[in-house]
């Protein structure tokens, strides 16, 4: 890829997979190769994403539908791509986000049950042909997130989901990477920090040389 295109990469995992300090650790590596990063979230990166993002993460907001869950996350990820992600790629910039369309395969997909083609079609309207260069799955196993997520403080809507809704998130996300594996690269996550980085460095330097 040119030095002066833009770079799309998605991080996901499930709750707990320590998706935020990864995604300051390479925010840094591309700093340090005079690369100018957007960082940035969904449900959010905009001020309507975040208005979503209050309700949907929201204890007192489960009583939301699986359908309304999942077009709230679109109709919030349509003002991301519009606002932050498009005119950061048209600038030669680097964005980082934390979830993408993945999340909502992975969570209102296997999570809710919803069926995948019609998240399938949401994303063909909301995004087209617009897809992260490259999607770094953070995988840890459920006891574990659980045990990160519990340390971290007071839990939103989707923590406080049953330990069935976390298996099924997990294993749709690993389904995701073993249908489009030269996009989404599986980093171990549980294990010490240091090494997560360095798998995620080694991926990086392959990528973008």
């Known amino acids: 890829m040119s030095p002066q295109a833009g770079i799309f990469i998605s991080v996901e995992g499930s709750d707990g997979a320590g998706k935020g300090s990864n995604i300051e650790f390479i925010q840094h590596w591309f700093k340090s190769r005079l690369r100018q990063v957007v960082t940035t979230r969904e ?24 359908m309304t869950e999942l077009l709230l996350m ?5 003002q991301h791509i519009e606002d932050v992600i498009k005119p950061a790629l048209s600038g030669s910039r680097v964005v980082l986000c934390d979830r993408f369309t993945d999340a909502s395969f992975a ?29 770094l799955l953070l995988d840890i196993p459920i006891d574990v997130g659980l045990t990160r ?32 594996p030269a996009r989404l690269v599986i980093i171990n996550a549980d294990q010490p ?4 980085q360095r798998d995620i460095e080694s991926v990086l330097e392959s990528r973008f040389p």
């Open 149 to 180: 997520v519990s340390n971290r403080g007071k839990p939103d809507r989707f923590d406080s989901e049953a330990d069935e809704f976390k298996t099924r998130v997990r294993a749709a996300y690993l389904q995701l990477a073993e249908n489009d």
């Open 107 to 135: 969570y209102q997909g296997g999570g809710r049950g919803l069926a995948n083609e019609q998240i399938e079609q949401l994303k063909r309207l909301v995004q087209g042909d617009l897809q992260p260069d490259l999607t």
């Open 74 to 78: 679109f109709a919030a990820r349509s």
């Open 43 to 66: 449900p959010g990166g905009t001020p309507l994403g975040e208005k979503v993002r209050e309700l949907l993460l929201a204890k007192n907001s489960a009583a939301i539908s699986p």
């Open 193 to 196: 920090l240091k090494a997560v």
